[in-house]
């Protein structure tokens, strides 16, 4: 049975990965992201005091947002961050162990491949989602030639995605997409126009949900 998680993933058509070098940023950012209508939102490990990040957010919104950690590499790191509150992991690879620990919480596992062999074994090992990463490296034809023989699997690229070509990706196959530093405009993100910043990142949003694509 699908996990109900992965629908509303699927449902939000867009999650902002926030990879920052501070955590005021990530969580400026983040406030961006929800006031602009994003119903989920990944950090990355790399972030400064990630997990506080992750436990600040959670307190603020509660379960009106799904809250995820990406760049995890294995199972020690994925039993922190759901002992923090995700509702999802993220693997840049075959971080296969943290499909267990992610499955006895009640969460999801999101594991990166790139090639069909890597696809089959994120099948295998039961994963919620295949992350195809990094994306723009086979750009959408590639995910169009795995969404050809894997045809009922969940994926989601990410990496080098941008409002230019979400679009190519999800008629390519992918069921929902990871949008890195290209969702911010790094001007505007520096000089903290937040009303700039939810404009622009608004409309991305609505755009990938048709509404002005």
């Not at 501070?22 to 602009?36: G, H, K, M, P, S």
């Not at 039961?126 to 969404?147: N, Q």
Request: glycine fraction near 8%; charge should be negative.
């Amino acid at each position: 049975m699908t996990n109900p998680l992965t629908t509303q993933l699927i449902q939000t058509r867009v999650v902002p990965v926030l990879r920052y070098t501070d955590a005021e940023t990530a969580l400026y950012a983040a406030d961006i992201a929800v006031r602009a209508g994003f119903e989920a939102i990944e950090l990355t490990w790399t972030i400064p005091d990630v997990l506080d990040v992750l436990q600040t957010l959670r307190k603020q919104h509660g379960t009106s947002i799904l809250l995820g950690v990406g760049t995890l590499m294995n199972a020690d790191q994925a039993r922190a961050v759901l002992n923090a509150g995700a509702d999802f992991l993220v693997s840049p690879g075959l971080a296969t162990d943290m499909v267990a620990p992610a499955h006895e919480a009640g969460k999801l596992c999101l594991v990166g491949a790139f090639t069909p062999s890597e696809v089959m074994a994120a099948i295998r090992a039961e994963a919620d989602v295949v992350k195809i990463f990094p994306a723009d490296t086979g750009g959408p034809a590639h995910l169009a030639a795995l969404r050809a023989v894997f045809s009922s699997t969940v994926f989601c690229p990410t990496g080098g995605l941008s409002a230019k070509n979400m679009h190519d990706y999800f008629q390519a196959g992918a069921s929902f997409v990871g949008i890195g530093s290209s969702l911010y405009d790094k001007k505007a993100l520096a000089a903290r126009d937040t009303d700039g910043l939810l404009a622009s990142v608004r409309s991305i949003r609505e755009a990938a949900h048709g509404k002005h694509a």
